[in-house]
């Protein structure tokens, strides 16, 4: 009949153990109050320490229990309940020093040293009720970093470009705009407003105000209708110092209420407008420039160059793949590309735009295996001797502006395998149609405006 008590008793840990908490913080402030030689609170420290100390033994106890009646797994609790057992011995180690002195003042660093393992154990209680990040997650993303809480958002949504219209409109769409936008106040664990939104189950049976869903209107259920509110609004949601829902994701929200909210609905039955799927659609990124395991050109290097007269630097920060400009060295020529012998295997963007170079620089490239992007743009490298840049396998784009070029000169460009462009403004073929179909993509410059109405106004 008596079988309640100790489950009663586990439950009132979390009341039990502020109170030890707050006279052992009380009994450090008096420490640090305290000044040498003077004894003024050292009954009070003692009197605290002690208190507070059997209070702690009476918060563990209840914590005891709470873990063997409350079905909390022995990994979760271990560390909390250790430390706590370790605080409160703590308490009464301080305790007991504190009666064989005269100077509160000596056990300033024991006190310390308390309150470091009360917050460390307040945090690890506060982590098994209200789950990971609970104190760190207000804080904005940079300060969540620095405190080891850096925030784990739950997956945002993606869709398959092929087969999207076959997805279970709840699970694939709705729930996953839910769990990105919601999860960290409406949880199993944390339940603000007493509502979940982690589970079909969960998500209609509402909150303290009710259901979210209205199944007569479902259009101006509160949630959608909260999500909408302006951002400064105090019933907007989420909060705003939160991620905000995109457009797009409240777009496909309102559909699926339109349709009644169904858990049984497609999302091709649905006829969602493509403009409200494109954010999400999974795309994979495909490298622009090659990939190769190279090792990252020093910083003297570079700099040896740069007195020279290149203009040189990482495609990107931390990157082994460089560009090379001469946009400060119009005085460059043919035997001048042996400056560049020793990050020839690193360089994938050349500009020699405006330079001396001639037809025999062509040959040389050759030893720039990883080269994408080359401008011989204002050079005096003659078209006729295209045929020498066959050896750039990686070359996707060519700039030939203002080069001596005819449409059977880039015929011979059609073997390199990943050419896209060739820009060739500026030469014989400007404003000429092109009879052949390269597989790159030809750009002369030979555009036109048309007309706008003001240009026909007579003043």
């Known amino acids: 009949m008596l079988s309640f008590v100790f489950p ?3 439950r009132f840990h979390p009341v039990l153990v502020h109170l030890p908490i707050g006279i052992l913080v009380f009994g450090v402030v008096l420490v640090f109050l305290s000044k040498k030689q003077d004894k003024t609170f050292l009954p009070a420290i003692q009197l605290a320490f002690l208190l507070g100390s059997i209070g702690g033994i009476l918060a563990c106890i209840s914590g005891f229990l709470q873990y063997q009646f409350e079905g909390f797994s ?11 057992v370790l605080t409160t011995a703590a308490g009464f180690f301080i305790y007991g020093k504190s009666k064989k002195i005269t100077d509160p003042y000596s056990i300033k660093w024991s006190s310390a040293a308390l309150i470091l393992a009360l917050l460390f154990t307040g945090h690890l209680g506060g982590t098994i009720t209200h789950g990971e990040g609970y104190f ?6 940079n300060l969540q970093t620095l405190f080891g809480g850096a925030p784990s958002p739950a997956a945002q949504l993606t869709l398959p470009e092929e087969g999207w219209e076959e997805l279970a409109y709840y699970e694939e769409v709705v729930q996953p705009i839910l769990n990105s936008n919601c999860q960290s106040c409406h949880n199993p664990r944390n339940k603000k407003g007493g509502l979940d939104l982690s589970t079909k189950e969960a998500l209609l049976k509402g909150g303290e105000n009710g259901p979210v869903i209205d199944p007569h209107q479902f259009l101006k259920s509160s949630l959608i209708s909260r999500m909408e509110l302006p951002r400064d609004h105090e019933d907007h949601m989420p909060p705003s110092e939160k ?24 999302l091709g039955a649905a006829k969602p407008e493509m403009k409200w799927l494109e954010p999400f659609f999974q795309r994979e990124e495909i490298a622009y420039y090659p990939t190769a395991p190279l090792s990252i050109v020093a910083e003297d290097s570079l700099a040896r160059l740069r007195k020279i007269g290149f203009y040189v ?3 990107a920060q931390g990157s082994s793949l460089l560009k090379v400009s001469c946009i400060n060295f119009p005085d ?12 020839q295997a690193n360089v994938v963007y050349l500009d020699l735009g405006g330079t001396q170079v001639t037809d025999q620089i062509l040959v040389k490239l050759k030893d720039f295996p990883l080269l994408t992007v080359l401008k011989l743009s204002h050079t005096q490298v003659n078209g006729a001797n295209l045929e020498s840049l066959n050896s750039l396998k990686n070359l996707k784009s060519l700039f030939l502006n203002g080069v001596s070029l005819t449409q059977a000169d880039l ?7 990943m050419l896209e462009k060739v820009f060739a403004y500026e030469t014989a073929l400007l ?14 410059g030979s555009y036109e405006l048309p007309p706008i109405p003001s240009d026909t106004i007579v003043y």
Do not use: C, Y
């Open 136 to 141: 760190t997650e207000v804080m904005p993303e």
């Open 431 to 444: 404003g000429k149609e092109s009879t052949k179909k390269f597989k790159f993509k030809l750009e002369t």
């Open 313 to 315: 630097e990482p495609i």
């Open 332 to 343: 460059f020529q043919d035997q001048n590309l042996g400056d560049l012998a020793s990050i």
């Open 8 to 10: 009663l008793l586990g």
């Open 74 to 84: 022995w990994d979760t609790v271990q560390f909390h309940l250790i430390f706590g």
């Open 243 to 266: 991620r905000q829902p995109k457009k797009e994701e409240l777009q496909l929200l309102r559909l699926w209420l339109e349709n009644e909210a169904s858990f049984d609905l497609k």
């Open 411 to 417: 015929e011979k460009l059609e073997q390199l395998p």
